[in-house]
């Protein structure tokens, strides 16, 4: 062990956590075993669970109260700032604060207004050019097929539109400001690379106008039994686990970018900095729109919570694998009051939320205009992502749908979906081609 493992490591005499790096085969039985030893582990450090989780659900409740009070005044709670600002490297002092504090940010101006909309036009010349709703099958995930039977959540990867977008400069100058909002660096470890994207490919959602929609239920994303079960994540959330939760940040990005994840059917093989959209419409905020819980640090709550007395003790608060992980009043009431959606967007917008944090989308009845959307996270270079990248370089050359999503594979022959001619310089490191 190095100088600098040994300062990330927690102190020698905690009890060591067991692990698995692929899904254990009796679920209740290791989530027992889990939490008995962290429990252990946080005993050791001289503190009880029950005081450690006092410490993360007062800051939580300060942040939670914030919001609230923000919000009953009126204000605005997801920072905006227009591209111009991120291009130029002018964005101020208190929005840095407010994107780290909220861990969200609406990007106005990202792209052209005119941009957005050609895009959103070719993507429809582009499935239906190529027979798309004649041959579509019904949704191909439980997740997302449970918004509805029409194709809200178009299956299509390798779109010119697309593409176009992934790999153009404006979204890799965006992707590097959030990217670099994060501790890349720790100990003598370069943990991703903030300057170079990889290319993560994405879905499609264009909603009509006059839909009605469910919505999504609020949930996380970055892992589900892994988060506490893996020995990459066991480190990743070492501060809440050793006693030190004063010194969890949840902007570190030390062992997240390179460990195993247990598959699932919404799984996400890269490591984000940040999920994100680019609008194709414009939409108003009380249509059917994304929602957060705008607290970074919930993060801790959520890990931590499980831990308690009142769950059974064979239940991390209903998270298990090949489910999203749930945020619920059951279990997580305080964090669900703080609860808030992005504002008015027009095309060429974009929404950005930190890749720990809760979040849903609204339902909505008989939608005004559409709610169209792009979907492109900032998806780092670093060891996870690489390795994704060989089978995205697959999926392209293929044109088949990318291994994290369902096999439904539509674009196979479809003549004039984006060619490795086209890509440029910034598409090629992608997907690791230069
Ligand atoms: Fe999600």
Excluded at 27 to 43: G, M, N, P, Q, Y
Excluded at 326 to 345: F, M, N
Aim: with cysteine; glycine share 8%.
């Amino acid at each position: 062990m190095s100088v600098s493992d040994a300062a990330l490591a927690a102190p020698a005499d905690l009890p060591a956590l067991p692990h698995w790096d692929e899904p254990p085969a009796d679920l209740e039985e290791a989530v027992r075993e889990t939490k008995a030893a962290i429990r252990a582990r946080i005993a050791a450090s001289g503190r009880s669970v029950e005081e450690v989780f006092a410490v993360v659900e007062a800051r939580v409740r300060s942040a939670v109260e914030e919001i609230e009070a923000a919000t009953a005044r009126g204000e605005e709670i997801w920072p905006v700032v227009d591209y111009a600002e991120v291009e130029a490297g002018t964005v101020s002092a208190d929005l840095l604060a407010a994107l780290r504090r909220r861990g969200c940010l609406v990007v106005r101006g990202h792209f052209p207004r005119e941009q957005a909309l050609a895009w959103d036009t070719d993507i429809v010349d582009y499935v239906e050019g190529n027979g798309f709703f004649e041959d579509y099958r019904g949704p191909g995930d439980d997740f997302f097929g449970s918004v509805g039977s029409k194709p809200e959540i178009y299956p299509v990867y390798w779109s010119p539109a697309q593409m176009e977008a992934r790999q153009s400069e404006r979204m890799a100058t965006v992707q590097r400001f959030l990217n670099a909002q994060w501790t890349h660096e720790s100990g003598g470890t370069t943990w991703f690379d903030p300057d170079r994207d990889s290319l993560y490919p994405d879905r499609i959602r264009r909603r009509p106008p006059g839909a009605d929609s469910g919505g999504l239920g609020t949930h996380l994303d970055p892992g589900t039994l892994d988060l506490w079960m893996t020995e990459d994540y066991q480190r990743a959330f070492r501060h809440l686990f050793d006693g030190s939760v004063e010194e969890y940040d949840p902007w570190d990005a030390a062992h997240r970018t390179a460990g195993p994840q247990y598959p699932g059917s919404t799984m996400c093989s890269a490591f984000r900095t940040f999920q994100g959209w680019t609008a194709l419409s414009d939409m108003d905020h009380d249509q059917g729109v994304l929602h957060t819980v705008p607290i970074p640090e919930a993060m801790a709550y959520l890990m931590l919570r499980p831990l308690l007395d009142d769950v059974p003790q064979g239940d991390m608060c209903g998270v298990t694998t090949n489910q999203v992980f749930p945020a619920t009043q059951q279990w997580h009431e305080l964090l669900l009051r703080a609860v808030s959606g992005i504002p008015d967007v027009r095309a060429g917008d974009s929404v950005w939320w930190h890749c720990d944090m809760i979040h849903g989308v609204d339902p909505v009845t008989d939608q005004r205009g559409w709610g169209n959307v792009m979907y492109i996270p900032a998806a780092p270079w670093c060891p996870r992502n690489e390795v994704y990248a060989a089978s995205v370089r697959e999926a392209f050359a293929t044109g088949n749908s990318p291994t994290d999503f369902p096999a439904e594979d539509y674009e196979r022959l479809w003549p004039n979906r984006f060619q490795p001619e086209q890509l440029n310089p910034t598409g090629l490191r992608g997907l690791g081609l230069a």
